[in-house]
T-cell receptor
Framework: AQSVAQPEDQVNVAEGNPLTVKCTYS??????LFWYVQYPNRGLQFLLK??????LVKGSYGFEAEFNKSQTSFHLKKPSALVSDSALYFC??????????????FGKGTTLSVSS | GAVVSQHPSRVICKSGTSVKIECRSL??????MFWYRQFPKQSLMLMAT?????????EQGVEKDKFLINHASLTLSTLTVTSAHPEDSSFYIC????????????FGPGTRLTVL
């Protein structure tokens, strides 16, 4: 069965410091991995995805994530956090062996709080 | 590109009435649309998957007679909550995939439903 774990309910960082939001996954085949961000009372905004190729994926707003197959992880990172990065972050996975158009499996979400 | 809209953004209704929520892909034809439900500070729960011109596939535990989904065209899917009750109050979010990029889901801004 597919699953996604985001072990931290909340991550607190100071503005200007690097941030990491953790994600681990479990799928039977090769994973397609995604990060989304959600601001209060809004839908999800796509940040980045890993399908194949380079393990380091760069996305929107200066975010990046590294796919680590041996650790089954896809942690989200940013070198220098901004107060405006404060939001709810979701990691999601889809098994590549599933047909196209299969729904994503989401983690429970991690609230990122960046203090000034 | 890849913009998904939802209407209304917020709706308040009386118990026993029905509410229709629209999800539109504005600049692409959506191969598949998904409907999610999100409780406060929780992850997204997939309710159903809909493909244009065919019946929606509902997740286990989701009542298809209560949550009617119609995917009438490649740009429009509707979710009707029939005979709404206070426990149906939630944040409903749709997403869509495009034929050229079925790996990525694009999310609508969500609809906040409050049933009195």
């Amino acid at each position: 069965a597919q699953s996604v774990a985001q072990p931290e309910d909340q991550v607190n960082v100071a503005e200007g410091n690097p941030l990491t939001v953790k994600c681990t996954y479990s799928v039977s085949g090769n994973p397609y991995l995604f990060w989304y961000v959600q601001y209060p009372n809004r839908g999800l905004q796509f940040l980045l995805k890993y399908i194949t190729g380079d393990n380091l994926v760069k996305g929107s707003y200066g975010f990046e994530a590294e796919f680590n197959k041996s650790q089954t992880s896809f942690h989200l990172k940013k070198p220098s956090a901004l107060v405006s990065d404060s939001a709810l972050y979701f990691c999601a996975v889809r098994d590549s062996s599933k047909r196209a158009g299969t729904a994503l499996i989401f983690g429970k979400g991690t609230t990122l709080s960046v203090s000034s | 590109g890849a913009v998904v809209s939802q209407h209304p953004s917020r709706v308040i209704c009386k118990s026993g009435t029905s509410v229709k929520i629209e999800c539109r892909s504005l600049d692409f034809q959506a191969t598949t649309m998904f409907w999610y439900r999100q409780f406060p500070k929780q992850s997204l729960m997939l309710m159903a998957t809909s493909n244009e011109g065919s019946k929606a596939t509902y997740e286990q535990g989701v009542e298809k007679d209560k949550f009617l989904i119609n995917h009438a065209s490649l740009t429009l899917s509707t979710l009707t909550v029939t005979s709404a009750h206070p426990e149906d109050s939630s944040f409903y979010i749709c997403s869509a995939t495009a034929p050229a990029n079925t790996d990525t889901q694009y999310f609508g801004p969500g609809t906040r439903l409050t049933v009195l």
